[in-house]
């Protein structure tokens, strides 16, 4: 939890209280399913809480604005950004039903209303439009942004990012970016930049805006 005051200083009580609940959420729910790394659970507040949380520093995302979690597995990034952002509407999805079962969990333990999760891919989701998507890790990023491009809505629910779709990823982003189909209006940026961690020197915010 210290690693994530460091970086910020104005959350609320109530925001400070769901954040200190999520520890001990996850370390029970982790021993029946695993939805974090063994070796990773002790260092949640880093490797998932502050990782998450480099999107917020980059894309204040307004109030009323919809944002959809792609894959989120056990819930980040959409956890951290929604306890970041409560006054923001967050649709956090997964095609594996036992992650969803821990995310309700971690929702319901919290006292988050902000937050639904369901048992769904992104590319099944019908009827539905949001501003943003967000992602940690699922796929590469053609497949992200053909699954998405169709559920975003055009505008700019931020002042910093024009709607579209943000995502975490690690390593050489080279040949993924290029062979992605939209690389010439794809941005990246080190997440070390923002959270100066040593886990951090290979991890990047990667956003692609919606334009039409």
Not at 2 to 14: A, G, Q
Not at 106 to 131: L, P, Q, W, Y
Not at 138 to 150: E, K
Not at 178 to 190: F, L, N, R
């Amino acid at each position: 939890m210290e690693i994530v005051l460091k970086y910020f200083s104005d959350f609320t009580p109530e925001q400070l209280a769901q954040l200190e609940k999520l520890e001990a959420v996850y370390k029970e729910w982790n021993e029946k399913i695993n939805v974090i790394s063994r070796k990773d659970i002790d260092a949640l507040y880093e490797k998932h809480v502050l990782h998450s949380l480099a999107i917020a520093v980059l894309c204040n995302f307004d109030k009323g604005a919809q944002v959809i979690d792609i894959g989120t597995g056990g819930g980040f990034p959409g956890i951290p950004l929604a306890i970041f952002f409560p006054e923001v509407e967050f649709l956090l999805t997964d095609s594996i039903g036992k992650k969803i079962k821990v995310v309700q969990e971690v929702i319901n333990a919290a006292g988050m209303t902000n937050v639904t999760a369901i048992h769904s891919r992104a590319e099944e989701i019908k009827g539905r439009k949001f501003d943003y998507a967000v992602s940690r890790a699922v796929a590469p990023l053609a497949d992200l942004w053909r699954w998405i491009n169709p559920l975003l809505r055009v505008g700019q629910k931020s002042d910093e990012l024009p709607n579209g779709l943000i995502c975490l990823k690690g390593g050489d982003l080279r040949e993924e970016i290029e062979g992605s189909g939209v690389k010439k209006i794809t941005q990246a940026w080190s997440v070390h930049n923002i959270f100066q961690e040593p886990a951090f020197e290979d991890k990047y915010v990667v956003y692609v805006p919606k334009l039409i």
